[in-house]
């Protein structure tokens, strides 16, 4: 097989604001594996978390990785492979889903089918990041108008506190009036164990369905605290990168949410919702600075899951890829095979 890389630079229609700050735009790594005429395509959203900061940093990881002794191993040798070796886990996601889309290509079917999944009926939520009251009446309406969003995912956990936070919540809530949407909000750590103790009593008396990661990451011993008597569920996301995390915290948490980005890639994915499944645990796919190509592997895991998160594609401007479809607030996976995204420029 051989392995070619391509940088390119995917501005935000829209900054995106959450508790640690605020982003405009990425350089992510688009990653191609050839051989016998078949081409997989990878694609990598850089991040110091995810243990690559730069796509540099990714595809030196991924160029030192692929001189190994990997080619001809299975997906799974090779996931193995690069999470004992050290590859960070964005850079090896981008290799992971190049895999999949390749053998996909190889069967002659759609990568959801070839995984023995259905599509999804769950709607995916949309992402209004933290802003003044003002600019979130004028913002969500742009999402909402004409687009069949039926969930919006509130950021919160504002570094001016919850007073703040509340005043942009009740802004979402008035600007997408006359819209059938449900509200779900993600405070990304935001909060002290107080804080998260007094707002989840808040959002959930205004009917918000679930609250994704209240407490930082670090924080995990306050978990249980939060669990007992919590007004709505608790869905974590920087405290489960990995299978394994899981087993520290099922029983004070309702649910994981996992990216891709996080875990390695689609292999990585399919080990995290087995042992939440074991737990008894939600499981929910969410996304980072993405375009259409990992958006599109992340569409076709779908039916895995019993909540959606995957729009960063939507807030590109452009976004240089196509792929899964956006159908009545639904993300569907195409029926070409493999994956089903591609580079419009390629």
């Known amino acids: 097989m051989k392995l070619d890389f391509e940088t390119i630079y995917l501005p935000k229609r829209f900054p995106l604001r959450i508790s640690r700050g605020e982003s405009s735009g990425t350089e992510n790594l688009f990653v191609r594996i050839t051989q016998d005429g078949i081409c997989g395509l990878g694609e990598m959203a850089p991040g110091d978390s995810e243990g690559a900061g730069t796509s540099a940093a990714g595809q030196e990881a991924l160029d030192s990785f692929w001189q190994g002794d990997i080619v001809g191993r299975s997906i799974h040798e090779v996931y193995s492979a690069g999470i004992n070796s050290g590859v960070p886990p964005c850079a090896l996601c981008a290799l992971d889903i190049a895999l999949w889309d390749w ?32 600019v979130v009446r004028e913002r969500v309406p742009l999402l909402l108008n004409g687009t069949g969003i039926r969930s919006l995912k509130i950021k919160l956990g504002s570094p001016e506190g919850i007073e703040a936070d509340k005043a942009m919540f009740n802004a979402v809530v008035e600007a997408s009036q006359g819209h059938d949407v449900v509200h779900r909000v993600d405070a990304n750590g935001g909060w002290s164990l107080k804080d998260a103790r007094k707002m989840m009593d808040w959002l959930a008396v205004h009917g918000v369905e679930y609250i994704e990661q209240p407490l930082a990451k670090g924080a995990e011993d306050q978990l249980p605290i939060l ?19 899981i087993p520290n915290w099922a029983d004070a948490v309702d649910g994981v949410n996992l ?17 939440a499944r074991a737990f008894g645990l939600q499981t929910m796919i969410g996304c980072m600075g993405e375009s259409s190509i990992s958006i599109s592997a992340g569409a076709a895991l779908g039916a895995l899951f019993d909540h959606i998160d995957l729009d960063s594609h939507l807030n590109l401007k452009p976004d240089p890829a196509t792929g899964a479809q956006l159908q009545d607030g639904v993300l569907w996976p195409t029926e070409a095979p493999g994956h089903g995204g591609r580079l419009i420029n390629a």
Do not use: F, H
Request: hydrophobic share 40%; charged share 20%; net charge positive.
């Open 103 to 134: 053998w996909a290509k190889k069967a002659g079917l759609p990568l959801y089918r070839m995984l023995g999944l259905g599509k999804t009926q769950v709607p995916t939520s949309v992402t209004v990041g933290i802003n003044p009251p003002e």
């Open 259 to 275: 990216k891709l980005m996080k875990c390695g890639g689609i292999t990585g994915a399919l080990d995290i919702v087995a042992v």
């Open 227 to 245: 669990y007992k008597d919590r007004a709505m569920p608790i869905i974590v996301d920087e405290s489960c990168r990995v299978a394994s995390d």
